[in-house]
């Protein structure tokens, strides 16, 4: 969940923890403030005295030590959650949970379900102006609305019908496609959220396969294949991929480079450990910002490669990299 400071994000968790007994769901939730003061955190405990809570204080999310994350979620999910809640600071981009999300650690255990941006209706309007100095925060808030799966344009009690049309108009600028929705007190129909969430107990194992001649096993993490003309009715717009590399298949920087440089245009984000070279060193390779960086790194797990996108198309991403892969077992 994400929004600018006083947007109504804490407001919506709350009444989100409410509801969640009622879709048969065990809720756990992340919090992250930017000051030492843990406001929000104490709000929470009083409305839902025994909510599972890890919080992760002064500092933003998006700056916080991938470790620190991952061992609150580890933390969160010892006691089982069906559904965790990360409520972000009013200055974190969305993406950068993402990121933290197909950490080794967690890829096997989370899947990122729906991205929700809450937009304070009185202020959203003026953000470009009142912060024209500092780039970044116009562009992280900028990117909140453009990467939502659902939109909550929250506050419309604090602004005139007129005025609401062109905040609408001026959201559907960044972001056309997704949900958006007017509301007060972050109130809107929960079932637009929680319906496609299912109960521990009867989740499906997410979709495997096994190609021993590609020595590929691949879990897809996103079940929903969206494609660049269908709009996603579920899961998020964000998406990742995941494609463990058998230990066996090693391959060099440059035909790693190539697949991400032909899809570049479509990934925000892109990492892996890697097997290079005939050494059949690990690499960390990181690709962000459009720029690739690899370091050698003494991990010993499975090599795999993770791409970020927004609204990928999965298969043609999957195809593609299987056609690579044969092409290279021929040379
Ligand atoms: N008038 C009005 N006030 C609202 C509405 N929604 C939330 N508020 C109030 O706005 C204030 C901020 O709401 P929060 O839910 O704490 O916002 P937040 O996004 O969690 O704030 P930060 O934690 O500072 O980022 C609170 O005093 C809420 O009661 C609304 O629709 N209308």
Redesign the pocket.
């Known amino acids: 969940m994400s929004?600018?400071?006083?947007?109504?994000?804490?407001?919506?968790?709350?009444r989100m923890l409410q509801e969640t007994a009622d879709f048969n769901l065990v809720p756990a939730v992340l919090m992250n403030?930017l000051g030492k003061q843990d406001?929000?955190g104490h709000?929470l405990q009083e409305a839902s005295p025994d909510v599972n809570l890890a919080k992760l204080l002064d500092g933003c999310i998006c700056c916080s030590k991938k470790s620190d994350i991952s061992d609150a979620i580890k933390q969160l999910l010892i006691r089982k959650p069906d559904v965790i809640f990360i409520?972000l600071?009013?200055v974190a981009n969305p993406e950068e949970i993402v990121d933290a999300l197909t950490e080794p650690v967690l890829l096997p255990y989370v899947k990122l379900h729906k991205v929700i941006t809450?937009l304070?209706?009185?202020n959203v309007l003026d953000y470009n102006s009142i912060f024209a100095s500092d780039r970044e925060l116009v562009h992280t808030l900028r990117r909140q609305m453009e990467v939502a799966d659902v939109l909550i344009l929250?506050?419309?009690?604090?602004v005139s019908d007129k005025l609401l049309k062109t905040i609408e108009k001026t959201i559907r600028k960044y972001n056309e496609r997704s949900l958006l929705l007017p509301?007060?007190?972050?109130?809107f129909d929960l079932n637009l959220i929680f319906s496609d969430l299912q109960p521990r107990q009867s989740q499906l194992v997410s979709s495997t396969s096994f190609n021993k001649n590609m020595h590929m096993h691949k879990i897809i993490k996103s079940t929903h294949e969206s494609t660049d003309s269908t709009p996603s009715a579920s899961f998020s717009r964000i998406q990742s991929i995941s494609i463990p590399i058998s230990i066996e298949l090693s391959m060099s920087q440059r035909f790693i480079e190539r697949y991400l440089a032909d899809w570049g245009s479509k990934l925000l984000r892109a990492k892996g450990y890697l097997m290079i070279g005939p050494q059949r060193e690990t690499f960390l390779m990181q690709f962000a910002g459009k720029r690739m960086n690899w370091q050698p790194t003494p991990f010993k797990g499975t090599p795999y490669l993770v791409l970020i996108g927004l609204d990928l198309n999965v298969r043609t991403l999957e195809e593609d990299w299987e056609n690579r892969l044969l092409e290279l077992q021929h040379i």
């Open positions: 929004g600018f400071l006083g947007s109504g994000k804490t407001t919506l968790l709350i403030e406001v929000d709000l409520e600071t009013g809450v304070d209706a009185e929250n506050k419309i009690d604090l509301t007060t007190h972050s109130k």
